[in-house]
């Protein structure tokens, strides 16, 4: 975690670009396998923008597809996950996203797709929301595709997302609000850390300002670069309850859990996306660890991150029933 921040440090341009080359020799690969329990394969949804994800399958699952004919009684969740990275950085076969998606895939027994959206600023906001929606229906209307587990279940569909992944898992619910789906149910958001903001210096900004992996400034040139052109960061995209937004409390949109810790600068942004939720009117549950920090989630070895998948689990099995 310390190499990934240190290389989007380093790898921001005063120019709002990004140094892609310097980012590559920081930002670890991980191809696909078969291990720890978890069966990953990669599956291009549209070459042309290099959009595709990667599948992770528990191994103790039906792993042939549906073309097969094999039925399993046991239906497993599908989650689509986010990766963070500030919109601009990491990709879905990055070390620390594979991983995070590997243990979720297994301690969820959940079949996972994480979604290789495009980067910032070379693709400005909505780009990387059409490409999250653009996932959800290749995978409803194409649900027989190679690796696709019979036993996977449509009907119970989570968006999730970490850090920036989060901020793209409400718009893609959101986006998800006002459209059919005939054999795909969006249920549920899993929120970790979800990487909002505004315009305002919340307290918590100003009091950990240089917090471990993520700083009020780099946040400031990641809004810039992810944005479009002339926006600011009350734009809905970042504020999703600002003076800009709109007025979701007539949408359908999905119980939501909101997973924040204490030593991160985004923790009253978070809050306040949490108490939006519930004030348009929406199923949606905080979870806050004082004494964590942002990204905490991808350390199996701090106690929180236990506790965060476990809360996820409950989630999960609270609103699928």
């Not at 980012?23 to 690969?29: A, G, N, V």
């Not at 989570?158 to 054999?183: E, Q």
Request: glycine share 8%; proline share 6%; hydrophobic share 35%.
């Amino acid at each position: 975690m310390s190499v990934i921040s240190w290389g989007i440090k380093l790898s921001r341009r005063s120019d709002g670009s990004v140094n892609r080359r310097l980012m590559s020799f920081f930002d670890f690969k991980s191809p696909p396998s078969s291990i720890n329990g978890v069966k990953t394969s990669d599956i291009i949804v549209d070459p042309s923008r290099n959009l595709w994800f990667r599948l992770y399958v528990p191994i103790t699952t039906t792993t042939t597809t549906a073309a097969t004919n094999d039925v399993n009684s046991s239906q497993l969740p599908v989650i689509v996950h986010f990766h963070g990275g500030g919109f601009a950085c990491i990709c879905a076969d990055s070390v620390g996203s594979d991983n995070l998606c590997r243990r979720l895939a297994k301690e969820l027994n959940a079949v996972i797709v994480s979604v290789n959206y495009r980067n910032s600023p070379e693709h400005k906001y909505p780009s990387q929301v059409e490409d999250g929606f653009d996932v959800l229906r290749y995978i409803e209307l194409n649900p027989n595709f190679e690796g696709f587990p019979t036993d996977a279940d449509l009907k119970n569909c989570f968006v999730s997302g970490d850090s920036a992944g989060g901020n793209l898992a409400h718009h893609v619910a959101l986006k998800g609000s006002n459209y059919g789906f005939r054999n795909l149910r969006i249920v549920g958001v899993i929120a970790l850390q979800p990487f909002f903001g505004g315009e305002e210096r919340t307290e918590s900004e100003i009091k950990l300002a240089g917090a471990p992996f993520i700083t009020v400034k780099g946040t400031d040139w990641l809004w810039q670069a992810f944005l479009p052109e002339g926006a600011d960061r009350d734009h809905p995209a970042a504020n999703v309850f600002g003076p800009k937004s709109e007025d979701i409390s007539g949408l359908n949109f999905p119980a939501t859990i909101v997973i924040v810790g204490g030593y991160d600068p985004l923790l009253d942004w978070q809050k306040r996306y949490y108490e939006g939720l519930k004030k348009a009117g929406k199923e949606v549950y905080l979870i806050e660890y004082p004494n964590v920090f942002h990204s905490f989630y991808g350390v199996p070895d701090v106690p929180e991150s236990a506790l965060c998948i476990n809360e996820v689990k409950t989630f999960m099995q609270k609103v699928v029933g």
